[in-house]
């Protein structure tokens, strides 16, 4: 992608309606995806989805935030912000992966986790904090790959890995710039100058070591070029599992807390 690209006009394709969702993903990387559902506590949540798929013939567990494309869509999906009920989704199907030992691939997609009060009503900051505590312990492999926006607790609820990838016009930070602008500026319209002070691009996120990889994208991604580069993703994805076969479960863990703990 050209350099010309600032922070905010990353910040804003990472937000576009055309831009591939996690299901997209899942469907051009792996074989065979079945969809798993609910918390067993409350319900089901349809911004985060996940379940069991295939890669060259090994069972992989596969969890991402998921938005919509249309208006109707996105409201289903809640604009791609989980509630409790998802987050308890996704620990329970990493709770399974690590009961028949499956890697575990995530996909970070979201603005951040839904704020009504029905969500807090639900122990909103509880899921999310024992989806953190739960993660840093699981003893498989954890792959995360930010594909869109990555805001907040909502994204790192899914992103305690080995290993955070991201799309090159992704975008990882604290709060979206609206937020930041608001609070350090008092002017949400501020955002754009917010965007280049955050260090929330792919570049700036690898040179800071929060992510190991970028995924590049020599036009920003879309269904039209998905497929390319998704194949290149696949490749480097059953890389990763591989590298982490001859490792202990302990060796596993050890490596997931000395990466947080570089920080």
């Not at 006009?9 to 559902?37: C, K, N, Q």
């Not at 989980?82 to 989704?89: A, C, F, L, Q």
């Amino acid at each position: 992608m050209e350099e010309q690209l600032n922070a905010w006009d990353r910040v804003l394709i990472s937000r576009s309606a055309g831009r591939p969702t996690s299901l997209d993903y899942i469907s051009f990387i792996f074989d065979d995806f079945i969809e798993l559902h609910g918390d067993r506590y409350y319900g089901d949540d349809p911004a985060i989805v996940g379940g069991l798929a295939g890669l060259n013939g090994r069972t992989v567990t596969v969890i991402g935030h998921q938005k919509g494309r249309s208006t109707k869509e996105n409201i289903r999906r809640n604009f791609g912000m989980p509630s409790p009920e998802g987050y308890r989704k996704a620990l329970r199907l990493m709770k399974q992966a690590q009961k028949f030992n499956r890697p575990i691939i995530c996909f970070v997609d979201t603005p951040g986790a839904y704020c009504g009060i029905e969500a807090e009503e639900r122990g909103q900051g509880e899921a999310i904090a024992r989806n953190l505590y739960e993660m840093a312990g699981l003893t498989v492999p954890i792959l995360s790959i930010v594909i869109g926006e990555g805001g907040s607790g909502g994204a790192i609820a899914l992103a305690v890995a080995n290993e955070v990838w991201t799309m090159e016009n992704a975008t990882y930070s604290i709060l979206s710039p609206e937020g930041f602008a608001a609070i350090l500026w008092k002017d949400g319209k501020k955002a754009p100058e917010a965007a280049s002070v955050m260090k929330i691009t792919a570049t700036d996120l690898q040179n800071l070591n929060v992510v190991e990889e970028i995924i590049k994208e020599d036009q920003p991604i879309g269904i039209d070029n998905i497929e390319e580069i998704t194949a290149d993703m696949r490749n480097k994805i059953e890389a990763f599992i591989k590298k982490y076969d001859n490792m202990t479960p302990e060796e596993i863990v050890k490596e997931r807390y000395d990466r947080f703990r570089a920080f």
